[in-house]
T-cell receptor, first 116, second 112 residues
Framework: AQSVTQLGSHVSVSEGALVLLRCNYSSSVPPYLFWYVQYPNQGLQLLLKYTSAATLVKGINGFEAEFKKSETSFHLTKPSAHMSDAAEYFCAVSFRNPNTGNQFYFGTGTSLTVIP | EAQVTQNPRYLITVTGKKLTVTCSQNMNHEYMSWYRQDPGLGLRQIYYSMNVEVTDKGDVPEGYKVSRKEKRNFPLILESPSPNQTSLYFC???????????FGSGTRLTVV
């Protein structure tokens, strides 16, 4: 069965500090992995994705994530947090099911607070 | 501009009054889906569609209907809304499983 677990529903960091948002997945087939960001009162925006090429993926706004198959993880990081990074972040896994088409599974989200 | 358009953005309605939330995409995507977002529960899939005239239930389909008569449109229908359907709803479309979703801006529904 496929699933996504985001550790920590709320994360607070100081401005300028490292951001680390954790995501672990479970998949019986090679997964595609995504991070989405949701700013207040907005829809979800794709931050970055892993699709079996380079294991270190760079996204928008200075974020990056590393796919670690042995740890079934896809943690999101940013070296230095900005106030504008305050948002809800969702990890997602997808795969192609021949019977039901694209299947996406989302984590429950992590709310990031940046402290001035 | 490639996008998913949802309407309305905000809707307050009364229990039992049928409503439709529209969703349209201009990217020729085959796969479309509806999600609801509730605090602490993340995104839960309501219905999805693999192509025209092909729809299937997601994780929380009770109380909802969908149709896919055209590739670009995927409306969400609440025949008899109830207060527990108060939520933030998102429509999304995808080209393929490695492409990811493009999301609409959301519809905040309140049922009183």
């Amino acid at each position: 069965a496929q699933s996504v677990t985001q550790l920590g529903s709320h994360v607070s960091v100081s401005e300028g500090a490292l951001v680390l948002l954790r995501c672990n997945y479970s998949s019986s087939v090679p997964p595609y992995l995504f991070w989405y960001v949701q700013y207040p009162n907005q829809g979800l925006q794709l931050l970055l994705k892993y699709t079996s090429a380079a294991t270190l993926v760079k996204g928008i706004n200075g974020f990056e994530a590393e796919f670690k198959k042995s740890e079934t993880s896809f943690h999101l990081t940013k070296p230095s947090a900005h106030m504008s990074d305050a948002a809800e972040y969702f990890c997602a896994v997808s795969f192609r099911n021949p019977n039901t088409g694209n299947q996406f599974y989302f984590g429950t989200g992590t709310s990031l607070t940046v402290i001035p | 501009e490639a996008q998913v358009t949802q309407n309305p953005r905000y809707l307050i309605t009364v229990t039992g009054k049928k409503l439709t939330v529209t969703c349209s995409q201009n990217m020729n995507h085959e796969y479309m889906s509806w999600y609801r977002q509730d605090p602490g529960l993340g995104l839960r899939q309501i219905y999805y569609s693999m192509n025209v005239e092909v729809t299937d239930k997601g994780d929380v389909p009770e109380g909802y209907k969908v149709s896919r008569k055209e590739k670009r449109n995927f409306p969400l229908i609440l025949e008899s809304p109830s207060p527990n359907q108060t939520s933030l709803y998102f429509c999304a479309s995808s080209l393929s499983s490695d492409y990811g979703y493009t999301f609409g801006s959301g519809t905040r529904l309140t049922v009183v």
